[in-house]
């Protein structure tokens, strides 16, 4: 059984892949910090909870745009799985597709596995939307090559920065507005409109400005959390993939491992 393991900047998730399936997830918050041994105390009780053990992992396979966070992560797979961590971007376990950008190293591994499961998924000119930390944006054309992207702040982080940076607003949860009103009557809703669909205003008009650009039509893809919410409010997305980046993970471990 595959366990992969994807390390963004604000949560590091655990997925156990059988037969290309996902059988089960975990999120845990990121922490460079934390030790292979803290990490194995968390993930052998999920595992308990699944029927399962620390054995019946064969296979890791580690992305993350957190390179702090990668030694650690080795540790767990080596000293707990009795494997080598395979990571996504190196040997043995390159792209395998073009990174066709004029710094393809600097690409996150998150974008570049987005981009070979999405372009394995849905045919022609691709825009993945993934919401994290950041909002990213990028265009897969038909080929499957990466072409690029845009790189925006996501909307927590948004609104973390409106927080505290103005002393009297208070902190409010994303979620939908629950008028169609754009015009609010309170302060808590005056926020929520101007983050949410200030959101989506900008994520309508990027996504026409990449269409215009691209020449061809372009599916949009969404990943990440807040994908569903926005979901519901707005057309713009032709499919969700919540889990993309796992599933791209998953096809480049068996892509590499075809290929030995």
Same mark, same amino acid.
């Given at each position: ?12 998730? =655990? ?11 975990? !999120? ?28 019946? $992992?064969? @296979? ?20 707990? =799985? ?54 990213? =944006? ?32 208070? !902190? ?23 983050? =949410? ?9 990027? $996504?026409? !400005?990449? !269409? ?5 039509? @372009?599916? $949009? ?19 969700? @993939? ?19």
């Amino acid at each position: 059984m595959l366990l992969a393991i994807d390390a963004g900047n604000t949560n590091v998730v =655990f997925a156990l892949v059988e037969k290309g399936a996902i059988r089960a997830r975990w !999120r845990i918050a990121t922490d460079p910090r934390r030790t292979g041994d803290e990490y194995a105390v968390w993930i052998n009780q999920l595992l308990a909870l699944e029927g399962l053990s620390m054995t019946d $992992v064969d @296979a890791v396979i580690i992305a993350t745009v957190v390179p702090r966070a990668l030694h650690n992560l080795q540790v767990l797979a080596q000293k707990y =799985f009795k494997v080598d961590a395979y990571v996504a971007g190196r040997a043995p376990v390159e792209w395998g597709i073009v990174l066709d950008v004029q710094a393809p190293e600097t690409v996150g591994a998150d974008r570049a596995i987005n981009a070979i499961a999405a372009h394995a998924e849905f045919p022609g000119d691709l825009i993945v939307i993934d919401f994290g930390t950041a909002t990213t =944006f990028d265009h897969v054309d038909y080929s499957g090559a990466y072409k690029g992207g845009i790189i925006a702040p996501g909307i927590n982080l948004s609104l973390d920065a409106l927080v505290s940076a103005a002393a009297k607003l208070p !902190r409010i949860a994303i979620a939908a507005p629950a008028s169609a009103s754009v015009i609010g009557r309170n302060t808590e809703d005056q926020m929520l409109i101007g983050v =949410f669909w200030g959101y989506v205003a900008m994520m309508e008009g990027l $996504v026409a !400005r990449m !269409r215009r650009e691209i020449g061809r039509p @372009a599916k $949009v893809i969404a990943t990440g959390g807040l994908a569903v919410l926005f979901h519901e409010k707005t057309d713009l997305f032709d499919a969700i @993939a919540p889990d993309l980046t796992i599933n791209g993970l998953a096809r480049l471990y068996e892509r590499s491992i075809a290929s030995q």
